[in-house]
């Protein structure tokens, strides 16, 4: 009872929160839909209902939200492409969520704990200057590329369309020199009235109006985007927005219309060797980009609750199970969602499962009204999330810390930017392994010189890994020293003892006198 009444208390957060989400994820849904070579762009709306609903009611995580992820478009495309058939590649996905279910038994999200805090905050900064920049096109008016889209290197919507592959022609700064040479006046006034009104909302007198803060900014940022854009339409079409300016849902003519947009599995191909390695590669890329995704939430969140991440495999598990039964695409726990909805002021996953629910009833009820949408009022409140992520004093603060943190950080923010969230993460995790090693080399032993006296100690365990930097310690000391070594014994691996009796070899014969000290 005292679950549900808090669940209730924090509705009137949730609630606009929710609204929020659903304006971001709806343009976001369709447009990997695209990139991932669906049959059907319902696909992808299907995924953000199931990620709403399905991974929303069970997962524990309080601010986290999944859908499907631009992180995985590359895997599904070469998926489809390769079982040469989407009903083929339904089964891959339901096998990939039974996959994550036993990730979860057998505890394997702990591996989620030994991600760097550096690499995921320059995560969420690369994620914040990346929906920054791709954003830039479509706000001003330049729709070339699908909204979704974070790979550094793409191709555009008309490229998917025609199954061509120019991807090396385009990527993200090209397309901001495009659409700053060939601007779209309309999309421009359509996308500085919504980012005005985002702006004003933000203020604190319209925080504290009691009337106006009931109000979500970008529910009526997108409000005031269609109102303009119909002004445009009747008074001056020059300007008019249409096309790919704006969202475009499927329009089914009727209920058997809609019905025939689901797509269910074929499980005739189940001993097929390639569906298995597509559906073990959907598992663990899926495991890894949710586990990153709800640890970057939980760290963003400014509440104590951690997100117990075998139960969130689990949740992801029964969500792809879920997507692959009727038709969706593969699903993940999604960064910008989340960060959306925790920049929205989400206190629950109540925002969560009812952004499913907007979804699901606006692609039934209202989806002509959801097409009317301009991408440039969309691109606004991206924008608006995008700076939350990447503000200054987010490097300022990470600086402070040292080189050891400041430059896994940013090199993880220059390789997500460059390449896509998954590579640059490694590099960012390599970059990470590197300087702690470095630490650890410049830390675990220490000299001291007193004259002709040298005091060699092991601050703690150390390994083969410190070999070398123990030799190079052995060889700075000069003949006919002293040298007293204090060890625990219990912390030196064979490696060490062995650099250790080397150098009491070598020592007879340059008149160095070595004192053991066990401590």
């Keep these: 009872m005292g679950k549900n009444n808090q669940l209730l208390s924090n509705l009137r957060y949730d609630f606009p929160s929710s609204i929020v ?9 369709l447009g990997i839909a695209l990139a991932s070579g669906a049959p059907t762009l319902f696909a992808g709306i299907i995924s953000g209902i199931v990620g709403g609903l399905v991974i929303g009611t069970i997962s524990k995580s309080s601010v986290s939200v999944s859908g499907p992820a631009a992180g995985l478009t590359v895997i599904v495309l070469n998926g489809i492409q390769t079982l040469n058939s989407f009903e ?3 089964t891959a996905i339901i096998i990939a969520g039974a996959l994550q279910i036993v990730f979860g038994v057998i505890r394997a999200g702990l591996l989620g704990n030994f991600f760097p805090v550096a690499v995921i905050k320059g995560m969420l900064a690369a994620i914040g200057l990346i929906l920054i920049l791709k954003q830039i096109p479509h706000f001003l008016g330049y729709d070339a590329d699908f909204e979704g889209d974070q790979s550094f290197v793409h191709m555009s919507s008309y490229e998917i369309f025609s199954n061509i592959s120019k991807a090396g022609e385009q990527n993200t700064f090209t397309d901001i020199i495009h659409a700053v040479l060939n601007p779209n006046i309309g999309a421009i006034i359509v996308g500085v009235i919504a980012l005005l009104i985002l702006i004003g909302w933000s203020i604190k007198a319209v925080k504290n109006n009691r009337i106006l803060s009931l109000i979500p900014a970008p529910l009526l940022a ?6 303009t854009n119909l002004i445009f339409v009747s008074s001056f079409p020059e300007l008019a927005l249409s096309g790919n300016h704006l969202v475009e849902v499927p329009m089914p003519k009727s209920f058997d219309e809609f019905k025939g947009q689901f797509t269910f599995p074929d499980f005739s191909a189940i001993l097929n060797k390639d569906l298995w390695i597509v559906a073990v590669t959907i598992a663990i890329i899926a495991s890894l980009e949710s586990l990153l995704s709800i640890d ?5 969140n400014p509440g104590p609750r951690v997100t117990p991440p075998n139960r969130e495999l689990i949740a992801q598990g029964v969500g792809n199970m879920t997507a692959g039964l009727i038709g969706g695409l593969p699903v993940t726990a999604v960064i910008v969602r989340s960060s959306a909805n925790i920049a929205a002021g989400a206190r629950s996953k109540m925002s969560a499962i009812l952004h499913g629910v907007w979804l699901l009833l606006a692609v039934i009820f209202i989806p002509r009204l959801l097409n009317m949408i301009p991408l440039a009022a969309l691109a606004a409140i991206l924008f608006q999330v995008g700076f939350k992520l990447v503000t200054p004093k987010i490097f300022a603060e990470t600086y402070r810390k040292g080189w050891s ?13 460059f390449s896509d969230l998954l590579i640059g993460i490694m590099i960012g995790m390599a970059a990470g392994i590197f300087f702690v ?13 007193d004259k002709g006296n040298y005091l060699i100690r092991f601050k703690k365990d150390v390994s083969f890994l410190n070999k070398f930097s123990l030799r190079k310690a052995f060889d700075r000391i000069p003949d006919s020293s002293y040298v007293i070594i204090d060890i625990n014994k219990s912390a030196l691996d064979h490696d060490i003892r062995e650099t250790i009796e080397d150098f009491r070899g070598s020592a007879e014969h340059r008149d160095i006198t070595i004192e053991i000290k066990q401590s």
């Excluded at 970057?296 to 963003?300: G, M, S, V």
């Excluded at 943190?405 to 930017?417: K, R």
């Excluded at 470095?438 to 010189?449: G, L, Y």
């Design 405 to 417: 943190q400041f430059l896994p950080f940013v090199i993880t923010v220059i390789a997500i930017l």
């Design 296 to 300: 970057a939430a939980d760290k963003l």
């Design 88 to 90: 083929i590649f339904l």
């Design 21 to 29: 989400v659903f304006l971001v994820a709806l343009p976001l849904c």
């Design 222 to 227: 997108v409000v005031a985007a269609i109102v």
């Design 437 to 449: 090693m470095r630490s650890n080399f410049s830390s675990a032993i220490s000299v001291t010189k």
